[in-house]
C-alpha cells in the first residue's frame, strides 16, 4: 500500500500507526530506503518502505512532539506512559541511529517498569527486542552498524536474563544464542566487516559461558555455523575474527580446532583463494591454538610428509606462500 503524504505530521501519524501495529503484535520490521519515485511510504505486513525525504519530515515531526511531550506532562509517571513520546523515539532513532537521548529515555522508561514490577515488563522487554531487530537486520544505511543499537540490544536482553533466569537452562542458552547469531549474521550480510555485530556476540557468549561439556557443545554449534557464514563472506576479517574467539573458548578441544582450521585451509586450497582476511585467520588460529602439524600435512603433500612443528614465517604471507607452492605441485 502506497501512502501520499505532503506534511512532515503525515509522515509521522502514518509511520507511528506502521511501529503501534509492529508493538501490538511484536514484530519485526524490515524497513528499507526507497529511491525516488517508488512512491512515499510503501508498507506490506512487516516490510516497509520510505523515501528519504518523507522520513526527514517524520523526524522533524517527531522530535517536536517527543520533546514537547515531556515539557508539558506534569510528572514522570505520565510522561513514560505516553504512546506519542514512544512512538516518537522509535522514528527518532529510525532516522538517527546513534541517537543517544532517544535511546537513553526509553531505557530508564524499562527501568521504572522494573522497579515497578509490572507484569507486562517481560513483554515489553521482548518488543523492545523485536524493535533493536528491526533496525538492525535492515537494509539502512547505519543501523546494523550502531555502537548505540548494539548496546542497547545488549542492555534489554540482560534485563530479561535477569528475569527468566535462562543462565541456568542449557537448550534455552542454545536457543537463545542461536538466535542472537541469525541476526549478528544478517546485519553481517548488510553492513560487512561489522565489528560492532560480532562484538555484541561475543560479550553476549562471554555472558552465558559456563564450564563443562554442554558449553563446548554449544559454542562448537555455533563454530560451525560461523564457518560456514564466513566461507560465504570470505574478504569480512570480522567474523573469522569470531571464529578465532570461539576456537579460544574451546582450548580443550584440540579436535575440534584442528578440524576447522584444516576445514578452512581445505577451503581455501580448492577455490584458490589469496585473499589477507582468510590466510591471517589461518595464521592466527595455528599460532593461538597450535594445530600446526595438521595444517603443515595439508599445505606440503608434495613433500610426501609433514615438516616438524616450527612456523613457516611471521605473517599470513608465509602461509599463503606454501600454498601457492601447493597449487603449483597440484597443477
Same mark, same amino acid.
Given at each position: 500500500? =502506497?501512502?501520499?503524504?505532503?506534511?512532515?505530521?503525515?509522515?509521522?501519524?502514518?509511520?507511528?500507526?506502521?511501529?503501534?501495529?509492529?508493538?501490538?503484535?511484536?514484530? @519485526?520490521? !524490515?524497513? !528499507?530506503?526507497?529511491?525516488? #519515485?517508488?512512491?512515499?511510504?510503501?508498507?506490506?505486513?512487516?516490510?516497509?518502505?520510505? @523515501?528519504?525525504?518523507?522520513?526527514?519530515?517524520?523526524?522533524?515531526?517527531?522530535?517536536?512532539? *517527543? *520533546?514537547?511531550?515531556?515539557?508539558?506532562?506534569?510528572?514522570?509517571?505520565?510522561?513514560?506512559?505516553?504512546?506519542?513520546?514512544?512512538?516518537?523515539?522509535?522514528?527518532?532513532?529510525?532516522?538517527?541511529?546513534?541517537?543517544?537521548?532517544?535511546?537513553?529515555?526509553?531505557?530508564?522508561?524499562?527501568?521504572?517498569?522494573?522497579?515497578?514490577?509490572?507484569?507486562?515488563?517481560?513483554?515489553?522487554?521482548? @518488543?523492545?527486542?523485536?524493535?533493536?531487530?528491526?533496525?538492525?537486520?535492515?537494509?539502512?544505511?547505519?543501523?546494523?552498524? =550502531?555502537?548505540?543499537?548494539?548496546?542497547?540490544?545488549?542492555?534489554?536482553?540482560?534485563?530479561?536474563? =535477569?528475569?527468566?533466569?535462562?543462565?541456568?537452562?542449557?537448550?534455552?542458552?542454545?536457543?537463545?544464542?542461536?538466535?542472537?547469531?541469525?541476526?549478528?549474521?544478517?546485519?553481517?550480510?548488510?553492513?560487512?566487516?561489522?565489528?560492532?555485530?560480532?562484538?555484541?556476540?561475543?560479550?553476549?557468549?562471554?555472558?552465558?559461558?559456563?564450564?563443562?561439556?554442554?558449553?563446548?557443545?554449544?559454542?562448537?554449534?555455533?563454530?560451525?555455523?560461523?564457518?560456514?557464514?564466513?566461507?560465504?563472506?570470505?574478504?569480512?576479517?570480522? #567474523?573469522?575474527? *569470531?571464529?578465532?574467539?570461539?576456537?579460544?573458548?574451546?582450548?580443550?578441544?584440540?579436535?575440534?580446532?584442528?578440524?576447522?582450521? #584444516?576445514?578452512?585451509?581445505?577451503?581455501?586450497?580448492?577455490?584458490?583463494?589469496?585473499?589477507? =582476511?582468510?590466510?591471517?585467520?589461518?595464521?592466527?588460529?595455528?599460532?593461538?591454538?597450535?594445530?600446526?602439524?595438521?595444517?603443515?600435512?595439508?599445505?606440503?603433500?608434495?613433500? #610426501?610428509?609433514?615438516?616438524?612443528?616450527?612456523?613457516?614465517?611471521?605473517?599470513?604471507?608465509?602461509?599463503?606462500?606454501?600454498?601457492?607452492?601447493?597449487?603449483?605441485?597440484?597443477?
Amino acid at each position: 500500500m =502506497s501512502l501520499p503524504l505532503s506534511t512532515p505530521e503525515q509522515a509521522y501519524a502514518e509511520l507511528a500507526k506502521i511501529f503501534t501495529t509492529r508493538h501490538e503484535h511484536n514484530q @519485526t520490521l !524490515e524497513i !528499507e530506503i526507497l529511491p525516488p #519515485g517508488f512512491g512515499t511510504l510503501l508498507h506490506d505486513g512487516c516490510s516497509v518502505g520510505i @523515501t528519504k525525504k518523507v522520513l526527514v519530515g517524520a523526524f522533524v515531526a517527531a522530535r517536536r512532539v *517527543f *520533546f514537547e511531550k515531556q515539557n508539558s506532562t506534569s510528572t514522570k509517571e505520565e510522561m513514560y506512559e505516553d504512546e506519542n513520546v514512544l512512538r516518537a523515539s522509535e522514528i527518532i532513532i529510525l532516522f538517527a541511529a546513534e541517537h543517544a537521548t532517544a535511546c537513553n529515555w526509553r531505557k530508564r522508561r524499562l527501568i521504572r517498569m522494573l522497579e515497578a514490577r509490572n507484569d507486562d515488563t517481560l513483554e515489553t522487554l521482548d @518488543t523492545e527486542l523485536t524493535l533493536t531487530a528491526s533496525y538492525l537486520c535492515s537494509p539502512l544505511h547505519r543501523h546494523t552498524k =550502531s555502537p548505540t543499537l548494539w548496546q542497547h540490544r545488549l542492555w534489554a536482553l540482560r534485563r530479561i536474563l =535477569s528475569i527468566r533466569e535462562l543462565r541456568e537452562t542449557p537448550e534455552a542458552i542454545r536457543s537463545l544464542l542461536q538466535s542472537e547469531l541469525s541476526i549478528v549474521l544478517r546485519s553481517g550480510e548488510l553492513h560487512p566487516r561489522n565489528y560492532y555485530a560480532f562484538s555484541y556476540m561475543r560479550q553476549l557468549h562471554t555472558l552465558l559461558s559456563k564450564t563443562g561439556p554442554e558449553t563446548e557443545d554449544i559454542t562448537i554449534a555455533l563454530l560451525e555455523r560461523t564457518v560456514s557464514w564466513c566461507q560465504a563472506n570470505t574478504r569480512d576479517i570480522s #567474523g573469522w575474527m *569470531f571464529v578465532l574467539y570461539l576456537l579460544e573458548a574451546i582450548p580443550d578441544r584440540r579436535d575440534v580446532q584442528t578440524r576447522v582450521v #584444516g576445514t578452512v585451509v581445505r577451503f581455501a586450497l580448492d577455490i584458490g583463494w589469496t585473499g589477507e =582476511s582468510l590466510w591471517t585467520f589461518v595464521d592466527l588460529a595455528i599460532r593461538n591454538t597450535g594445530v600446526v602439524d595438521a595444517v603443515r600435512c595439508l599445505l606440503d603433500i608434495s613433500a #610426501g610428509e609433514c615438516n616438524g612443528t616450527a612456523l613457516p614465517g611471521k605473517s599470513w604471507k608465509a602461509w599463503l606462500g606454501m600454498a601457492e607452492a601447493y597449487w603449483t605441485t597440484v597443477t
